[in-house]
Nanobody
Framework: QLQLVESGGGLVQPGGSLRLSCAASGFTLEYYAIAWFRQAPGKEREGVSCISSSGYSTNYVNSIQGRFTISRDNAKNTVYLQMNSLKPEDTAIYYC????????????????WGKGTLVTVSS
């Protein structure tokens, strides 16, 4: 059974860092593009970052540019989102999602979803 499991969320003070992980089970991530999404309370879900299956291409939404870094380790079947300089407005449930994509590009149209991990940025 294809599963994506997010971990690494928690409570952090403004300016702090967290690293989220997205681990795949039941399939290999090698041929999948991966994206991270977030949904803040009372807001719609938004795509924040994606990475192509090869890792060649990445994309970031403007609000996290320069603070977050997406990466993948296909040997570990895991994708990461390193989040630095966190702000209260980054508080949200973070989801990873996947789709088969052999191209060197990524976008936010995904087929498989994890259940999310909560990130709370507060003093």
């Amino acid at each position: 059974q294809l599963q994506l499991v997010e971990s690494g969320g928690g409570l952090v003070q403004p300016g702090g860092s967290l690293r989220l992980s997205c681990a795949a089970s039941g399939f290999t991530l090698e041929y999948y593009a991966i994206a991270w999404f977030r949904q803040a309370p009372g807001k719609e879900r938004e795509g924040v970052s994606c990475i192509s299956s090869s890792g060649y291409s990445t994309n970031y939404v403007n609000s996290i540019q320069g603070r977050f870094t997406i990466s993948r380790d296909n040997a570990k079947n895991t994708v990461y989102l390193q989040m630095n300089s966190l702000k209260p407005e980054d508080t949200a449930i973070y989801y990873c999602a996947a789709k088969v994509d052999y191209s060197d590009w990524c976008d936010y149209g995904m087929d498989y979803w994890g259940k999310g991990t909560l990130v709370t940025v507060s003093s």
